[in-house]
């Protein structure tokens, strides 16, 4: 068991009080001193490894119950996998934020007992979103189910209720800044790709459409999420890209009226001698709810099958019952 810092100052409060009561001699005080100096050196011993500079203040609770903590990029500390297989990752928060000095760059899903370099992806907001909230750098943590660190940069906007993205460079910009953050802290544990799985939802699904035909080298499996609002890029990329590197995109309505539009964008996928997919969840509602997330977890093993970095990733055991129901276009 770990003792939080405000369990240690009651700890030490109480034991002060014990010491000071009437009812105990000195022998008896002398005892007590000596149990409460062995429970705060356990509890020194139990803290885990302290990643960087990791903030108090400004934490909040993700969807599992893990705490999210900051950590300045350019003050990092040394996450070595050099001996990767025989220690697990741990001692991070399941979502970490980046901050380059006092700039927020985003956060990162931190794929925790990892025992070997694990891949990263990027996954990118959508419109009024942030990138900590329990529809987004957790979402698609458990989309990969933990598999890969996930890097959700921080849209533009100074407020922190309304980010939004502007230009394709700029979001480009975003992204690196934040993986390079993500790299600076952990170091080995990070296995390096050419190419690198991007996904987005809403309007971060629109950024992503952009960004893959003009990167398909970088870009060649993508994840693009309801984006029917604006679906101009996801209709028009496939041309560059699957002239280029494309190889597989996977597309995800969580409405019904999302689903002539992306079903078009996948045809076009096809048609150009790419790979698709369309993943209709079973909602009504736009956001990456919990019966998305299990909906999307279905077909990931396709998008990731075969890709740089993904190869130790293994597939949901229960995938076959999970909701939804799956589209394919193929060449």
Known sequence: MSWTVMDRASLVHRGQAWLTG???????????????????????????????????????????????????????????????????????????????????????????????????????????????????????????????????????????????WRTRDDTEQRIQRAVDATKRVFTTWVKDTP???????????????????????????????????????????STKWGKGSGERALFLCTTSGCEPSLRAASKNVGARGGHARLNVAPTQVHGLSPAVVQSMRRDWPWLVEGAEGWESYVPPADGASLPGRTETFDP
């Open 195 to 237: 190419s690198i799985v991007l996904a987005g939802f809403s309007m971060g699904a629109t950024q992503v459409a952009l960004l893959a035909g003009a990167s398909p080298a970088r870009y060649r499996r993508i994840a693009v999420g309801d984006s029917a609002h604006d679906p101009g890029s996801s209709l028009r990329f």
């Open 22 to 164: 009437p009812r105990y001699d000195c022998g008896m005080r002398a005892r007590l001193a000596l149990v409460a100096l062995v429970a705060l050196a356990g509890c020194a011993r139990q803290a885990p490894e302290r990643p960087g500079d990791l903030r108090e203040g400004g934490t909040a609770a993700t969807t599992d119950g893990a705490v999210d903590g900051a950590v300045a990029a350019d003050d990092a500390g040394d996450a070595d996998a050099g001996d990767a297989g025989a220690r697990a990752l741990a001692g991070y928060p399941t979502i970490l934020e980046l901050r380059e000095g006092q700039e927020r760059l985003g956060f990162v899903a931190v794929p925790l007992g990892a025992r070997e370099p694990r891949p990263l992806m990027v996954a990118l907001h959508g419109g009024s979103e942030t990138p900590n909230k329990s529809t987004v750098c957790p979402a698609w943590r458990e989309i990969t189910d933990g598999h890969a660190f996930v890097v959700c940069p921080r849209g533009f906007g100074g407020n922190e209720r309304a980010l939004g």
